[in-house]
């Protein structure tokens, strides 16, 4: 007996969509890791909630810094084709640009440490922190507006 096949349409109800989004984040979260471990493949996975916060994922096993630096060694033909953009109006070029440059200037912070997860002091970690929340906002600017 299979599952039902459910309508595809968006939640109206707060109560609902809060609960469908805490079930659906948690399976994708567990897709993810999965297909980290079984395919030896580096992950980043950024979900804006309904109540627009971020939650990033990414498998501990690998260290974000070297993640994200293989991100910015991509050309920018590549990431537009890999993540097939189409990009046709100048101020999501220049916004993309921008964006472009803040994540090579986090990038080379981030390669400084090796694995976020053990830094202990409280300076790094805010460092992190306040560049991880303009990197993630830039996004949310770049792609959702």
Known sequence: MGRKKIELKKIECPKEKSSKYS??????????EEMAVLCDSDIILLVFSPTSKPNLFYP???????????LSNMSEYEREERFD?????????IELGEARELLDENTSIL???????????????????????????LIKKVFIN
């Open 23 to 32: 079930k659906r984040k948690k399976g994708l979260l567990k897709k993810a």
């Open 111 to 137: 390669r400084n440490w090796q694995d976020p997860h053990r830094v202990d002091d409280l300076a790094r970690l805010t460092i992190m922190e306040d560049h991880l929340v303009s990197i993630l906002s």
């Open 85 to 93: 953009l189409s990009l046709q109006e100048d101020d999501k070029v």
């Open 60 to 70: 501990h096993s690998r260290p974000l810094g070297r993640i994200l630096e293989r």
